[in-house]
């Protein structure tokens, strides 16, 4: 089965993107739609980099593991 969700949930990068994301629309920075769309492709973004530091070389995408080239 595939790996669980990178970052994690209690990430402490991840609540600092949060975090940011609360902040700048309490400072009017941001709208909410604004900071929603970054916190989403920066959470992503360290998910992924987490992801590999996780399984170097994997190629996992969504399919059943047989269709990867995990070792």
Not at 30 to 42: D, N, R, T
Request: net charge negative.
């Amino acid at each position: 089965m595939p790996s669980p969700p990178f970052p994690s949930p209690d990430s402490t990068v991840l609540r600092l993107i949060v975090g940011n994301a609360i902040a700048s629309v309490r400072s009017a920075e941001a709208s909410v739609e604004e900071a929603i769309l970054h916190a989403a492709v920066h959470g992503w973004y360290e998910g992924h980099v987490q992801g590999e530091d996780e399984c170097p070389g994997c190629d996992f995408r969504g399919r059943l593991p047989k269709h990867s080239n995990r070792s």
